[in-house]
């Protein structure tokens, strides 16, 4: 089965992927930070046992190398905090990997789901009901006065982060942009760099846009707010976008073939060099300026063309020269030719 961020046909639209997270803990537990080792794998054994009968794979994370806990993380499976623990861990995943359920890390139970666009409240409707399942066999750390309890203040509340993923090539790059970041943060709305805060290392144009808080606010205030500055964020960068088609259309085209020959051809790719010629293309199906013979998925590339991923696609441990050389391998073999004019 292919994984959520590999599906085609859908257009490369300027929203990338949405993604709903709830933060839950098991009333009479301490959080799993306070936990000896022993009780973090009795902890995971009840855990476990609650969760037998859901249609789920589960990986013993502390069984995990190095390697393959970073290209969960690059999957967005889990974060680089978990990526870097030794401790007992557990890891549910659909066959999609779209839905997943995180055992024993900052709390007890963290459970997620990804979608491929703009779908946050799809997302929500199945966090819910998967939320509801679980609380059939346990109990949640619940406040009246403070919601849900986590083992940081910031999820307290619903427990829910909202965040969505926009390529913003153009908006991006305006002068001001790192100004309108601190006017949204302001807000209570992050919007970091997928690849880097700093937008200027942000290699392919990725944000990442979420809400800050989870207190004081319902499941469908925080998700309807992302989901406005979300709009109005894609909004601006299609306005940009349009903008410059329109009046250097010859430039942006030129930019765009010669993006996609170096991704055809190259013998050796750096990340920031692959994240860049691929935001490059992402941007033209975008807009109708370079069309594919066959569907590919530019999102999907990018996943899987970083560091550890590209480790998993060979089989074996790369320095970074071997990696330069087999992300341009990847790529050639995922990428299909396109429709000269």
Same mark, same amino acid.
């Not at 859901?54 to 502390?62: A, G």
């Not at 760099?193 to 990725?206: A, F, M, R, T």
């Given at each position: 089965?292919?994984?959520?961020?590999?599906?085609?046909?859908?257009?490369?639209?300027?929203?990338?992927?949405?993604?709903?997270?709830?933060?839950?803990?098991?009333?009479?537990?301490?959080?799993?930070?306070?936990?000896?080792?022993?009780?973090?794998?009795?902890?995971?054994?009840?855990?476990?046992?609650?969760?037998?009968?859901?249609?789920?794979?589960?990986?013993?994370?502390?069984?995990?190398?190095?390697?393959?806990?970073?290209?969960?993380?690059?999957?967005?499976?889990?974060?680089?905090?978990?990526?870097?623990?030794?401790?007992?861990?557990?890891?549910?995943?659909?066959?999609?990997?779209?839905?997943?359920?995180?055992?024993?890390?900052?709390?007890?139970?963290?459970?997620?789901?990804?979608?491929?666009?703009?779908?946050?409240?799809?997302?929500?409707?199945?966090?819910?009901?998967?939320?509801?399942?679980?609380?059939?066999?346990?109990?949640?750390?619940?406040?009246?006065?403070?919601?849900?309890?986590?083992?940081?203040?910031?999820?307290?509340?619903?427990?829910?982060?909202?965040?969505?993923?926009?390529?913003?090539?153009?908006?991006?790059?305006?002068?001001?942009?790192?100004?309108?970041?601190?006017?949204?943060?302001?807000?209570?709305?992050?919007?970091?760099?997928?690849?880097?805060?700093?937008?200027?290392?942000?290699?392919?144009?990725?944000?990442?846009?979420?809400?800050?808080?989870?207190?004081?606010?319902?499941?469908?205030?925080?998700?309807?707010?992302?989901?406005?500055?979300? =709009? $109005?964020? %894609? *909004?601006?960068?299609?306005?940009? !976008?349009?903008?410059?088609?329109?009046?250097?259309?010859?430039?942006? &085209?030129?930019?765009?073939?010669?993006?996609?020959?170096?991704?055809?051809?190259?013998?050796?790719?750096?990340?920031?060099?692959?994240?860049?010629?691929?935001?490059?293309?992402?941007?033209?199906?975008?807009?109708?300026?370079?069309?594919?013979?066959?569907?590919?998925?530019?999102?999907?590339?990018?996943?899987?063309?970083?560091?550890?991923?590209? =480790? $998993?696609? %060979? *089989?074996?441990?790369?320095?970074? !020269?071997?990696?330069?050389?087999?992300?341009?391998?990847?790529?050639? &073999?995922?990428?299909?030719?396109?429709?000269?004019?």
């Amino acid at each position: 089965m292919n994984k959520w961020f590999e599906v085609t046909g859908k257009p490369q639209g300027i929203v990338v992927s949405s993604r709903i997270r709830l933060a839950r803990n098991i009333e009479g537990h301490v959080f799993p930070g306070k936990m000896q080792e022993s009780e973090k794998q009795a902890l995971l054994r009840e855990l476990r046992q609650g969760l037998s009968g859901f249609d789920m794979s589960y990986t013993d994370l502390r069984q995990m190398n190095q390697n393959e806990k970073k290209a969960l993380k690059e999957r967005k499976l889990i974060n680089s905090t978990i990526a870097g623990r030794n401790t007992s861990m557990g890891l549910y995943t659909s066959a999609d990997e779209s839905v997943s359920i995180l055992l024993g890390g900052d709390d007890h139970l963290r459970f997620q789901c990804l979608l491929p666009g703009s779908a946050l409240h799809k997302g929500w409707e199945i966090m819910d009901e998967l939320d509801d399942r679980i609380n059939e066999y346990f109990d949640y750390a619940f406040s009246e006065k403070y919601g849900y309890l986590t083992a940081f203040p910031t999820n307290m509340g619903t427990g829910l982060r909202a965040s969505v993923d926009l390529h913003l090539p153009l908006l991006s790059k305006e002068r001001n942009f790192k100004r309108l970041m601190e006017e949204i943060g302001r807000m209570g709305i992050s919007l970091k760099g997928v690849c880097g805060g700093d937008p200027s290392e942000n290699y392919g144009n990725l944000y990442r846009l979420s809400n800050q808080k989870t207190l004081g606010q319902t499941e469908k205030e925080i998700i309807e707010n992302v989901e406005r500055f979300a =709009m $109005q964020l %894609a *909004g601006q960068e299609r306005q940009a !976008e349009n903008e410059i088609v329109r009046t250097k259309r010859g430039d942006v &085209e030129d930019e765009i073939y010669k993006s996609f020959g170096v991704l055809r051809y190259a013998r050796k790719l750096s990340f920031k060099e692959g994240m860049m010629y691929l935001s490059q293309i992402r941007m033209g199906m975008a807009n109708g300026l370079i069309h594919m013979k066959e569907p590919v998925n530019i999102h999907s590339l990018m996943l899987q063309s970083q560091p550890a991923s590209l =480790m $998993q696609y %060979a *089989g074996r441990s790369l320095t970074e !020269e071997e990696s330069r050389i087999v992300r341009a391998q990847f790529i050639r &073999e995922h990428l299909p030719e396109c429709e000269l004019k």
